[in-house]
């Protein structure tokens, strides 16, 4: 009688177990399917290209024919946005924002990879966390 009993929770057992692996298997395939699904597509902005005006300018500002006058505001508003939030996108959202052509936003997001690795330095974080910025 014993020996039944234990044959049969045996049995029980391995059941339980097999249900357990289809669940599972169930679950790997729904989690490939959501991996697999199709991809947004994002719209293609052909007016947003970056025009040169002058490839032999001593500064990046006068090849992309942003005045000094321009660009020292555009660095303002980058610092402002840094002194407000440390939230990376939120700074490049607001700042962009203030942007009127293609070339300030190009100076922009090379005037914010410039602050933010100098605020790195300065804090000692840059060698540190090198790839974050």
Not at 90 to 114: A, G, P, Q, W
Request: hydrophobic letters at 35%.
């Amino acid at each position: 009688m014993v020996v039944i009993i234990r044959e049969m929770c045996l049995v029980k057992r391995f059941t339980k177990e097999i249900r357990n692996t289809k669940t599972i298997t169930n679950s790997a395939m729904s989690w490939k399917n959501i991996f697999n699904r199709n991809k947004t597509k994002y719209p293609e902005y052909n007016h947003l290209k970056l025009l040169v005006i002058d490839n032999k300018a001593p500064t990046v500002t006068e090849g992309l024919g942003i005045t000094e006058d321009r660009a020292e505001q555009l660095r303002h508003y980058v610092q402002l946005a840094f002194m407000y939030s440390q939230d990376s996108f939120y700074i490049l959202e607001k700042v962009i924002d203030k942007c009127k052509h293609t070339n300030e936003v190009t100076f922009v997001v090379m005037e914010f990879s410039r602050t933010r690795i100098s605020m790195a330095m300065a804090n000692g974080e840059f060698k540190t966390n090198q790839n974050n910025y």
